[in-house]
């Protein structure tokens, strides 16, 4: 497992995430002391896309709009 400090992590993020990307755990250091670790993602779990069609559609049944409209909520979410 490689060792970094913050400055090079900063200075070298994405071949970082290149190395994580083929499976190398980096450890970030601050001072010389391990603060962070950079992993390498686990595969997601596999879903179908017909079960993740009906969850998508489950949860809209069960969190209605009430007359929003989307463009309403989208335009209220840039607001911010």
């Known amino acids: 497992m490689a060792e970094v400090s913050a400055y090079q992590a900063k200075t070298h993020f994405s071949q970082l995430l290149a190395r994580a990307e083929k499976g190398e ?3 970030i250091t601050k001072h010389g002391r391990a603060v962070a670790q950079l992993v390498p993602m686990e595969p997601a779990a596999g879903m179908s ?3 993740a069609i009906r969850r998508l559609r489950a949860f809209r049944d069960k969190h209605p709009l009430r007359g929003l409209a989307v ?3 989208i335009d209220e ?3 911010w």
């Open 71 to 73: 463009r309403e909520l």
């Open 49 to 51: 896309r017909d079960e």
């Open 25 to 27: 755990r980096v450890v």
């Open 77 to 79: 979410g840039r607001k």
